[in-house]
T-cell receptor, first 113, second 116 residues
Framework: GNSVTQMEGPVTLSEEAFLTINCTYTATGYPSLFWYVQYPGEGLQLLLKATKADDKGSNKGFEATYRKETTSFHLEKGSVQVSDSAVYFCALSEYFGNEKLTFGTGTRLTIIP | ETGVTQTPRHLVMGMTNKKSLKCEQHLGHNAMYWYKQSAKKPLELMFVYNFKEQTENNSVPSRFSPECPNSSHLFLHLHTLQPEDSALYLC???????????????FGPGTRLTVL
């Protein structure tokens, strides 16, 4: 079956530090890959996505590249801000008539001033 | 994101109570979902509705009963729950596109449920 593994948190960084959150996946076909973000007290918001190998998703300074050869979709940001503090979820979907999202366990990120 | 709303935001109930969670989407989507988010576990898909028809029941116990009266509203009826059912319940919606596939899912803020 499908699965997503992301680095365990929590992750604590200083403002303006470089961020990497690792994500690897297992899938039987050719999935689409997503990063969702959950700010305190809110639901999940789509941060970025990539639908095929070598695609790069980007949004709000965050980037992730779909690497089929390493089955990875690592999230990066060059300079984090306090407002980036949230829980980040890596997910994949394969099309079986409906978009069944498979999520990782989430990584809590805290940015300190 | 206010496209998907959920009420109540917090709910405390006893094991013998009956309560309902409500989800409403204002995005014109035609697929809706219930997820369960427990601490230190991945989000678990519970139910999927596609054009008001249930297309997925992910082995959810019968004490959870979904209802989808139209494409904009989704309910989760709860009865005789257990303390381990305490979690954040998230609703999501998406648009069915060609070939029966669906586009990106948009989530509501969730209902924090505590079962005593």
């Amino acid at each position: 079956g499908n699965s997503v593994t992301q680095m365990e948190g929590p992750v604590t960084l200083s403002e303006e530090a470089f961020l990497t959150i690792n994500c690897t996946y297992t899938a039987t076909g050719y999935p689409s890959l997503f990063w969702y973000v959950q700010y305190p007290g809110e639901g999940l918001q789509l941060l970025l996505k990539a639908t095929k190998a070598d695609d790069k998703g980007s949004n709000k300074g965050f980037e992730a590249t779909y690497r089929k050869e390493t089955t990875s979709f690592h999230l990066e940001k060059g300079s984090v801000q306090v407002s980036d503090s949230a829980v980040y979820f890596c997910a994949l979907s394969e099309y079986f008539g409906n978009e069944k999202l498979t999520f990782g366990t989430g990584t809590r990120l805290t940015i300190i001033p | 994101e206010t496209g998907v709303t959920q009420t109540p935001r917090h709910l405390v109930m006893g094991m013998t109570n009956k309560k309902s969670l409500k989800c409403e989407q204002h995005l014109g989507h035609n697929a809706m979902y219930w997820y369960k988010q427990s601490a230190k576990k991945p989000l678990e898909l519970m139910f999927v509705y596609n054009f008001k028809e249930q297309t997925e029941n992910n082995s959810v116990p019968s004490r959870f009963s979904p209802e989808c009266p139209n494409s904009s509203h989704l309910f989760l009826h709860l009865h005789t729950l257990q303390p381990e059912d305490s979690a954040l319940y998230l609703c999501a919606s998406s648009q069915v596109v060609s070939g029966g596939n669906t586009d990106t899912q948009y989530f509501g803020p969730g209902t924090r449920l505590t079962v005593l």
